[in-house]
């Protein structure tokens, strides 16, 4: 059961693999193109149809029909990757349950944007979790975790290809801890987990919600590191945005895909542009940040050299 790209990973290791892929659940096609004429399948139900695969793509999980569907299969075993929400009727139904592949050493960074929020939030460290749903998000038994390095310089999309393919080898492993187990391998609660973290007020569990327009703005009223973390968090996609405004007071919304920090001391205030010979820096709260990449609305993803080549009096304008 899954729908993007990060799914299929772990449907070719099991098909490559010589499990029996009994069936595919993916999300029903989607509308695109200005009209939204054109039905576009998920990566997940593209490579199912590639291999000959029964693709079952039900709009609410708890319609009879597909719930009768899914029960004909008679599955042993159900693995989830970067689906949705199964009610108890379809989670409980297979013999060995129902194991969810998550990218994030859980309980920390449960949610819809794990791998996101990892880097927004600086962390050094994430991985992926294999845990038995139950009623609740992201909240069941742990069967197995595999860590996962985040370098300072890495984007969403390096993490993303390193747990997609992290994913698809701990989903096997997990399998084999299964079935050598009869259905009952040995996991670890995550009310166990929670306790030995000794969370506080101070330093509280992390979540990892959905990403939406408003929460990925950037707010240049604090440090430089946590704006240079935010934007590799949302690169290349969704993106990272701020609105430019001219010194006329138009504004025009501007993503920032890419940054250096610097060290050098903010002056004048925050938001306030600088430009350097070929280089363009935002004062954060402390420190200026130089940016390496940027889209503004309408154009293409860019250099700044270039997004400075076609801008008069850059200097005048500020972000907010």
């Known amino acids: 059961m899954g729908t993007p790209e990060f799914a299929v990973a772990t449907l070719q290791a099991l098909v490559e693999n010589q499990y029996n892929v009994v069936a595919v659940v993916t999300q029903p096609d989607r509308p695109v193109g200005r009209h939204g004429s054109v039905l576009q399948p998920s990566a997940v139900k593209q490579y199912a149809l590639e291999h ?59 949610g819809a944007a794990p791998i996101n929020w990892a880097v927004i939030n600086g962390e ?37 290809d390193g747990l997609m393919r992290l994913g698809a080898d701990i989903c096997l492993q997990t399998l084999e801890r299964i079935i050598e187990a009869d259905g009952h391998p040995q996991s670890v609660s995550q009310e166990d987990c929670l306790n030995s973290l000794q969370l506080t007020a101070d330093t509280p569990l992390k979540t990892a919600p959905k990403l939406f327009k408003d929460n990925c703005r950037i707010e240049w009223n604090q440090k430089a590191k946590r704006v240079y973390d935010f934007v590799r968090g949302l690169s290349p996609a969704p993106g990272a945005w701020t609105m430019l405004v001219a010194p006329n007071g138009s504004e025009a919304m501007l993503k920032i895909l890419r940054t250096t920090k610097t060290g050098i001391k903010a002056k004048g205030r925050v938001g306030q542009l600088t430009v350097d010979g070929k280089h363009l820096y935002i004062a954060a709260e402390d420190c200026l940040l130089q940016i390496d990449e940027l889209q503004l609305a309408g154009k293409k993803r860019m250099e700044t050299r270039a997004f400075l080549n076609g801008m008069k009096d850059i200097e005048n304008y500020f972000v907010r």
């Open 52 to 110: 000959h695969l029964p693709v079952l793509q039900p709009v609410k999980m708890k319609d009879p029909e597909f719930v009768e569907q899914l029960r004909a299969y008679d599955a042993n075993i159900q693995v989830v990757v970067a689906f949705r929400m199964l009610p108890e009727v379809v989670w409980d139904m297979p013999r060995y349950g129902t194991f969810n592949v998550h990218a994030a050493l859980l309980p920390q960074y449960r």
């Open 124 to 160: 050094t460290q994430t991985g992926v979790t294999t845990f038995f749903l139950d009623h609740d998000i992201d909240t069941g038994r742990i069967i197995m975790q595999r860590p996962f390095a985040i370098p300072d310089d890495a984007d969403v999309e390096y993490v993303y």
